[in-house]
Structures are given as C-alpha cells and as structure tokens.
C-alpha cells in the first residue's frame, strides 16, 4: 500500500517562496515518477512538476523558472520549491505518483496504481 502526504502549504505574501514535502510510504517510490498537481477553486485539476526515479525533470509553462520539483530517495520524499509566487498559484497542491507520468516524464514504466496524496493549501494574498 503507498501513501503519500504532503505537507508545507499556508499563506505567502505575493513574490515570497514555500518549499512542498510530500512523504511516501511503500517500497516502489524509488522506482516511479513523482508528480505534483494543483487544483485552484473552480478549475480543473492541473499537473505542474515531475521527476523521474533518476532525477529527471519536466515543467509546465505556467511554473517553469519559478517552481523547481526534486526527490530524495533514501527519505522517500518529493519536494516542490515555489518561488516569486503569485496571487494566481492559489490552490490545494497534491503529490502524485502515477501511469500520466509516462508520457510527461518519457518512462517505460509505472508500477502500481495511481497514487494520490490529499493536499496541501497554498494560499497567497497580493
């Protein structure tokens, strides 16, 4: 059974940084993708960051330069740091571990199901 918690959300002023942990239990974190999503108010939920088991990264537009996602495999642990955050960057930020990661990340594989943390709020006021 893997578990994922995340920890690290609150309120930031405009232009400050928050560092996101996300906590995995179980044996197959070291050999997956790691994910984080967010999910603002009303809005779909939209994937942000991944890292590959051996340390790769991929960024979508709406965060790269600011948000910068790594993993520490021996703490069995991703991390987000979000930087010059936003008004906008608002939402519930969720860790991920799952098979959408093949195609975003370039992996052959996945194992397991799809895993998801219950998020973290990251709140920032202008």
């Known amino acids: 059974q893997v578990q994922l918690v995340e920890s690290g959300g609150g309120l930031v002023q405009a232009g400050g940084s928050l560092r996101l942990s996300c906590a995995a239990s179980?044996?197959?974190?070291?050999?997956?993708?790691m994910a984080w999503y967010r999910q603002a108010p009303g809005k779909q939920r939209e994937l942000l960051a991944g890292i590959s088991p051996g340390g790769t990264t991929n960024y979508t537009d709406s965060v790269k330069g600011r948000f910068t996602i790594s993993r520490d495999n021996a703490k069995n642990t991703v991390y987000l740091q979000m930087n010059s955050l936003k008004p906008e960057d608002t939402a519930v930020y969720y860790c991920?571990?799952?098979?959408?990661?093949?195609?975003?990340?370039?992996?052959?594989?996945?194992?397991?199901?799809?895993?998801w943390g219950k998020g973290t709020l990251v709140t920032v006021s202008s």
């Open positions: 991920n571990s799952g098979p959408a990661l093949l195609s975003f990340l370039s992996l052959r594989v996945h194992y397991g199901l799809d895993y």
């Open positions: 179980g044996t197959i974190f070291s050999r997956n993708g």
